[in-house]
């Protein structure tokens, strides 16, 4: 069965960082296309950074610069660093893997995810 298990939200002050953490099991992260997402109150989720299965990534461009998101084959692990945040960054993030090594759309669709961690709130405050 597969798991996806975000940690490493918090609440933190304009400008400041975070670095979130995404443990797999029954999924290999390494090979497949994984992502980040956020959902912030009253709004669609939308998606933030993503990884193909060859390595290469990404990002929306409200999050371009400030955002890096990376894996750890040998731990199967998604991180998504997070720097200079702001409070438009306030929301629930979630990390997502797909079945596939390619991305099917633009790999910022939810659509195109086929696993979800439950989520992890991330507050900025200015």
């Known amino acids: 069965q597969v798991q996806l298990v975000e940690s490493g939200g918090g609440s933190v002050q304009a400008g400041g960082s975070l670095r979130l953490s995404c443990a797999a099991t029954?999924?290999?992260?390494?090979?497949?296309?994984v992502g980040w997402f956020r959902q912030a109150p009253g709004k669609e989720r939308e998606g933030v950074a993503t990884?193909?299965?060859?390595?290469?990534?990404k990002y929306a461009d409200s999050v371009k610069g400030r955002f890096t998101a990376s894996r750890d084959s040998a731990k199967n692990t998604l991180y998504l660093q997070m720097s200079n945040l702001k409070p438009e960054d306030t929301a629930v993030y979630y990390c997502?893997?797909?079945?596939?090594?390619?991305?099917?759309?633009?790999?910022?669709?939810?659509?195109?995810?086929?696993?979800w961690g439950q989520g992890t709130q991330v507050a900025v405050s200015s």
């Open positions: 997502a893997a797909s079945s596939f090594q390619r991305w099917r759309t633009s790999g910022l669709f939810a659509d195109e995810y086929d696993y």
């Open positions: 029954a999924v290999t992260v390494g090979n497949s296309v």
């Open positions: 990884i193909n299965g060859f390595g290469t990534t």
